[in-house]
């Protein structure tokens, strides 16, 4: 389990297949901080999505990606040199930040615009239909494994403010108008959908 604040960003250095199948290995550069109290096993999110530390050196660390999973999310389009949003998962005691975010990419949105807003950007996207009612005003939702409010909904499509330092210390420095994001739905949200239906 996560809380959607970024701690750090890696560039994607390498992607081999593994022989076993089509899962990949990516290899991360990075000089992130909490590298060297993680062990091998630990999760981390990687823009939004879940993986396990499989290995690491000075320059950085290597995950595993099932085939599922790269059909699923970004990861599929991930080429070299991509920056990406690193957090490691919640411990007993850490601040709570932003929400719970579980690492498990719900789907895939699309970045629609992105326009100045009194010093901020505020940045539209297009959500999946079958998650659009799951997504609320005031609500929150990860994208790429940012923790973030919704400004507004219209149908499937949402808004969201991006101050500069979110801006300066995570992936949407580099993101523009077309590009895909993973999504993560608010659980809570998806659980009170449940409950609803069950009624």
Known sequence: MFTGIITGTGEI???RPLAAGADMRLRI?????????LALGASVSCSGCCLTLV???GGGFAVDVSAETLARTTLGGWRVGR????????????ELGGHFVYGHVDGVGEALSAAPEHGSTRWRFRAPAALARFISEKGSIAIDGVSLTVN???????GVNIIPHTAAVTGFSALVPGAVVNLEIDGIARILARLMEAR
């Not at 550069?29 to 109290?37: F, H, Q, S, V």
């Not at 507004?152 to 499509?157: C, F, I, N, R, S």
């Open 152 to 158: 507004e909904v219209d149908g499937a499509t949402f």
């Open 55 to 57: 290995g690491k050196d």
């Open 29 to 37: 550069a990075t000089g992130w901080a909490p590298l060297g109290e």
């Open 13 to 15: 250095a390498e992607i």
């Open 83 to 94: 920056r990406i949003n690193l957090e490691r998962s919640l411990r007993v005691g850490d």
